[in-house]
């Protein structure tokens, strides 16, 4: 099992800057895909970022060039460097790892606890 712990999130104004983190621990191998979501009350929860094992990078359109994306593979840790934030992005932020399974079995998913992200105007 992966288990995994978010920190980073609060309440920051219109313009500024925070940085998300999902440090992992457990069983961290095989790991396929790492990313981020957010959700607001009564959406679903919606990607926003992932990033692969070799390093390749996809985001939500809206958001490139104000998030990025990145890991530490020696913290075992995932970021989401959120910039130039507005009211909109106010979500609770989850991370997740997708851990490929044996022949045969689908992958498995684990999700963080999510992280509260205000901003305000």
């Known amino acids: 099992q992966v288990i995994l712990e978010e920190s980073g999130g609060g309440l920051v104004q219109a313009g500024g800057s925070l940085r998300l983190s999902c440090e992992a621990s457990?069983?961290?191998?095989?790991?396929?895909?790492m990313a981020w979501y957010r959700q607001v009350p009564g959406k679903e929860r919606a990607l926003i970022a992932s990033i692969s094992t070799s390093g390749s990078t996809n985001y939500l359109p809206s958001l490139k060039g104000r998030f990025t994306i990145s890991r530490d593979d020696a913290k075992n840790t995932l970021y989401l460097q959120m910039n130039s934030l507005q009211p909109e992005d106010s979500a609770v932020y989850y991370c997740?790892?997708?851990?490929?399974?044996?022949?045969?079995?689908?992958?498995?998913?684990?999700w963080g606890q999510g992280t509260q992200v205000t901003v305000s105007s």
């Open positions: 997740k790892y997708t851990q490929r399974r044996g022949k045969g079995l689908g992958p498995s998913d684990y």
């Open positions: 457990g069983r961290i191998f095989d790991i396929t895909s």
